[in-house]
């Protein structure tokens, strides 16, 4: 299984994760675009996650909440620019804990056969926001997203 | 009179503007949210600026139009992302030319006695998107507001 590739480099306000999935390009779309799917995979294990909007078209918005088991949540927003295809996957990206913060997140997903690259670009207002987000555990949660997304393609490729 | 600084480093997707204004930062905070004043300063001297949509709150969009005397317009939009304050004016911006490619600009207005600094920072999906920004002729366009709204805000305290 292909693992999670996270590049920050440093004095660069940017943050790039690559993953290559085992299934098709059109399947890894559904997986971003699809509520029912998305509530699936993303986000760290060991949080529940809730949808509260996900309007996948242009100018749609979307907002989940991560909660853990001591009662603690986490809201999390953004708006969708452009209507999503597989080229790209456009939106904000706003935790609700640091207001004021946005990211804006590109999502492509390329046609490797019967794999998909998805190469997710997060650009951040500064350098010092890109390091708090490396801080609060962005990447236990892009692992545990990757991980969590190969097992439900696999399991929808299974059914 | 203080003069535009624009600072775009190689292999950073970032462009940031500064400059100084001999206006109070309240006045300079209107100039910004208010539809009937940024009409008279933002883009371009030679361009006719008609504004379609400017709802400046916590996820209001915004649209307007340039146009120049052979009959070519430009439009563009985003949405704001927070309320506006002086602290800072969140918003994504988008040429409606160059579709998918968004930027993200986080406008902060220091307070300096009579005087307010303003720094944009404009956060790009990639570093060749900022680079055919300054290529479109945003230079001029950033020196020409510069000065577009060091008159409008020197008018405005003489009215």
Known sequence: MSRTQITAEPGIPQIIITREFDAPRGLVFRAFIEPDLLGQWLG?????????RYDARDGGTWRYVHSDAQGNSYGF?????????PDAI???FEFEGAPGHVCLQTATLADR???????????????????????????RGARDSGGRLAELLAKLQAS
Do not use: C, N, W, Y
């Open 113 to 139: 056969g019967p794999k998909t690259l998805v190469r997710t670009v997060s650009a951040f207002q500064s350098v010092e926001d890109r390091d708090a987000m490396v801080a609060s555990g962005m990447e």
């Open 44 to 52: 760290p294990r060991d949080l529940a996650m809730t949808i509260d």
């Open 77 to 85: 927003h953004g708006v969708f620019h452009g209507d999503p295809s």
């Open 90 to 92: 456009v939106q904000t």
